[in-house]
Nanobody, 112 residues
Framework: QIHVEESGGGLVQAGGSLRLSCKTSIGMSRFNALAWYRQAPGKQREMVAR???????TYADSVKGRFTISRDNAAKRLYLQMNSLKPDDTAVYYC??????WGQGTQVTVSS
């Protein structure tokens, strides 16, 4: 069983930035798919950003140009840099590893 833990969420004003971090219990280099998802109250969970082993990144249209996904294999961490945050970005953000493993999530709240 792989343990996944997110951190870095918080309360920020619109236009601000946050950096989310996801730590896994084993090395990330073996996984060919890493992603961040989010779920807002009353809405379905949606993919925000995905990173493949080859380095290809994919983003939801709503965050393109504002969010950046990256990984540090040595540190066993996945990151999500979020800039120019909007109130619509308010959600619980989840790290997903290999399309199988989830963390408990970290709350991001953006005030207007």
């Amino acid at each position: 069983q792989i343990h996944v833990e997110e951190s870095g969420g918080g309360l920020v004003q619109a236009g601000g930035s946050l950096r989310l971090s996801c730590k896994t219990s084993i090395g990330m280099s073996r996984f060919n798919a890493l992603a961040w998802y989010r779920q807002a109250p009353g809405k379905q969970r949606e993919m925000v950003a995905r990173l493949s082993t080859g380095g290809t990144s994919t983003y939801a249209d709503s965050v393109k140009g504002r969010f950046t996904i990256s990984r540090d294999n040595a540190a066993k961490r996945l990151y999500l840099q979020m800039n120019s945050l909007k109130p619509d970005d308010t959600a619980v953000y989840y790290c997903n590893v290999a399309n199988s493993y989830w963390g408990q999530g970290t709350q991001v709240t953006v005030s207007s």
